[in-house]
T-cell receptor, first 115, second 111 residues
């Protein structure tokens, strides 16, 4: 079946512009996660959704970052007034998140470059 | 102290040899444990889930030691294709829905 998809795969933007990143989770997966990974670094948790609600937004770096999820499916991560330090790979993962099965499956990521 | 800690390596392993490495976690209430592999400039891919005391999948064996709060991964008969960064992931450290990732252990299998 189809895996997690993300778009765009690459995004180059100018400092100060807004960007929107999209994630399509695996069908039926109730949980959705956003992470970012800078070059040579580990994964940094940003936010997760259970259904359409976000119980944990603690990882969002600043109020320039926001995310939403609609219909329990697609999620968008928006970064306003981008800064050069926002350059990273943004990874989305989804999980069926049942009591016995809560593995995460990752999309290919969006590589964001802020000039 | 980090919630999940791993030896960054690299572990340089001759082809055909066995390599093992650990991951320690700080919260004894952690619920589930996973190993992912990540190739350069690629997304993490699930390698193994670690339930109960551990499990085995082909050449890979994962073990969980709750008393000492670590999980281990052992790779037997290493292949060149096993070269990757192995990420330890722990769920339920500070909230059930959130996963904590280790920084990864790099394994390099040499001919």
């Amino acid at each position: 079946g189809a895996g997690v998809s993300q778009s765009p795969s690459n995004k180059v933007t100018e400092k100060g512009k807004d960007v929107e990143l999209r994630c399509d989770p695996i069908s039926g997966h109730t949980a959705l996660y956003w992470y970012r990974q800078s070059l040579g670094q580990g994964l940094e948790f940003l936010i997760y959704f259970q259904g359409n609600s976000a119980p944990d937004k603690s990882g969002l770096p600043s109020d320039r970052f926001s995310a939403e999820r609609t219909g329990g499916s697609v999620s968008t991560l928006t970064i306003q007034r981008t800064q050069q330090e926002d350059s990273a790979v943004y990874l989305c993962a989804s999980s069926p998140r049942t009591l016995t099965y809560n593995e995460q499956f990752f999309g290919p990521g969006t590589r964001l470059t802020v000039l | 102290r980090k919630e999940v800690e791993q030896d960054p390596g690299p572990f340089n392993v001759p082809e055909g040899a066995t390599v093992a490495f650990n991951c320690t976690y700080s919260n004894s209430a952690s619920q589930s444990f996973f190993w992912y592999r990540q190739d350069c400039r690629k997304e993490p891919k699930l390698l193994m889930s670690v339930y109960s005391s551990g499990n085995e999948d082909g050449r890979f064996t994962a073990q969980l030691n709750r008393a000492s709060q670590y999980i281990s991964l052992l790779i037997r008969d290493s292949k060149l294709s096993d070269s990757a960064t192995y990420l330890c992931v722990v769920n339920g450290v500070d909230s059930w829905g959130k996963f904590q990732f280790g920084a990864g252990t790099q394994v390099v299998v040499t001919p």
